[in-house]
């Protein structure tokens, strides 16, 4: 069954010639299309200037999209985003204009634009509703920039990061939180000081 969305929305696209960039985190530029009644009203493209986290999700929020359809987006960045209540579409690819089309008619779900090596379970819009992915990415930092392997293997994204027991602990603010099972503490927000844990 597809899922149309609400007919007032302001939707964001990262992109590079034309397509989806392929890593929202390193993404340079957004296009933002607002759209009423199911219809295009106008479009713009605001540049993205923040690397680190925080910064980033903040120059985000500032830009007032209701809906962010991307490509590849690390754990942390899409939970601060989704709590502060945009609507995020990962791990998609494809042509800007297609995807604009298939958000309105509620198909933006089809494997057409799922990225390789990513499966989507579930995904609906609105309020109660969140995009959920099985991803064969595993994230990790290297220097400035931000790097990504398929499969997850190894230490940042491994079977033995996401492994039952023991806690997560933030480096920042010393918050300990329980570990879950198949969520990484690298890939776990700390509640109070939003920075990522790490496992104890």
């Known amino acids: 069954m597809q899922n149309a969305p609400p007919p007032d929305v302001r939707l964001a696209i990262p992109h590079h010639q034309g397509r989806i960039s392929p890593v929202f985190d390193a993404a340079g530029s957004v296009l933002l299309i607002d759209l009423e009644n199911g219809r295009e009203q106008g479009r713009e493209t605001r540049s993205l200037n923040q690397i680190d986290l925080l910064p980033r999700a903040a120059e985000f929020l500032k830009l007032d999209a209701d809906a962010l359809i991307c490509g590849a987006i690390s754990a942390p960045l899409e939970t601060l985003l989704s709590s502060s209540g945009v609507q995020v579409i990962g791990f998609r690819c494809g042509p800007v204009d297609e995807v604009v089309s298939a958000f309105l008619d509620g198909s933006i779900a089809s494997p057409k634009f799922s990225m390789p090596g990513c499966r989507v379970r579930r995904l609906r819009f609105g309020q109660e509703g969140r995009n959920e992915m099985r991803r064969g990415l595993g994230f990790g930092r290297g220097g400035r920039g931000r790097g990504f392997g398929a499969g997850g293997h190894g230490r ?35 509640p109070k000081c939003g920075a990522t844990m790490t496992r104890q």
Do not use: F
């Not at 039952?164 to 990484?184: D, I, L, N, S, T």
């Open 156 to 190: 940042m994204g491994g079977p033995s990061a996401a492994g039952p027991g023991g806690a997560c602990v933030c480096p920042k603010c010393g918050e300990k939180k329980p570990h879950e099972v198949a969520q990484p503490c690298n890939q776990t927000v700390c």
